[in-house]
């Protein structure tokens, strides 16, 4: 028997190769079931045999947002076949989280990009800043030589960490972005703060860890590897500052209050996140970034 007919034989009554084939190159881009399902309805697929071919029961509700307790036990994120994701079926342009009302005012599939507005109240910018500003240094990242941390040239910015759950607004704040995420608090790195001044920028960069470098595998004891970032802006600059993604290629511009998150299903380019801080032009940019860990971030 040849290796065609083995393919044709494995694929559910009424679906085709082709369409299995489309449906496994979709889900390892990253687009969520709610997306894949809504476009095979689109293009007019029947609903039975389009989640038929998404492995989903033929009627009834989605399976719900991952969460740790979904997980099997010892399982990473990553196999589970999950990653944070905001709960945008049926293309809302606004989510309540526990009373705030987050707009949604832009979002792609491939690579996965949300951007939201309102995130923030203008009182919880300032706030963050103060608090941030007696504690700036300059900006360091992840040495994948060492496991550590660096000065690295092609970030110029001053920074510092909060602890997670360190006050009251950066506690607040990290309970709705994990409500916004669907992802556990615990899961999240400590929110990091960012300061540029004009010239300031960060070069293009991933934010997750190179799989080959000697000093991952101690930065994964920590949690895991990173699977989604949120950029969140805490100010507006004159000019310049936005977050790019070269290959989109998309440029998000900052304003208080809103936020850009993506995500990332594996350690690799073809996930299409690399992203960069432009230079700050005129003014000053502060910044506040959550990274997203598979497990508990300890």
Known sequence: MSSTTNAASSVPAGLTPELMQWVQSQS???????????????????????????????????????????????????????V?????????????????????????????????????????????????????????????????????DDRTSNGMFFQRGENEVVRRLEERIARLLNWPVENGEGLQVLHYRPGAEYKPH??????????????????????????MYLNEPARGGGTTFPEVPLQVMPRRGNAVFFSYDRPDPATRTLHGGAPVLEGEKWIATKWLREREFR
């Open 28 to 82: 390892a881009a990253g687009v969520p079931l709610p997306a894949l399902l809504q476009s095979m309805r689109d293009v007019g697929w029947r609903e039975n045999l389009a989640r038929r071919a998404l492995g989903l029961p033929e009627e009834g509700e989605l399976p719900p947002p991952f969460t740790a307790a979904a997980r099997p036990h010892g399982a990473t994120a990553s196999q589970a076949g999950s």
């Open 206 to 231: 991933h934010d997750y860890f190179a799989p080959n470098e000697p000093g991952t595998p101690s930065i994964l004891k920590r949690g895991g590897q990173r699977v989604g970032t949120l950029v």
């Open 84 to 152: 944070p994701e905001p709960g945008l079926q049926g293309d809302p342009c606004c989510i309540q989280v526990d009373g705030h009302e987050v707009h949604v005012l832009m979002s792609l599939h491939n690579p996965r990009i949300v951007v939201f507005g309102n995130l923030l109240t203008a009182q919880e910018c300032e706030a963050i800043i103060e608090a941030a500003r007696p504690r700036m240094q300059r900006s360091l990242t992840v040495d994948n030589l060492s496991g550590g941390e660096a000065v690295n």
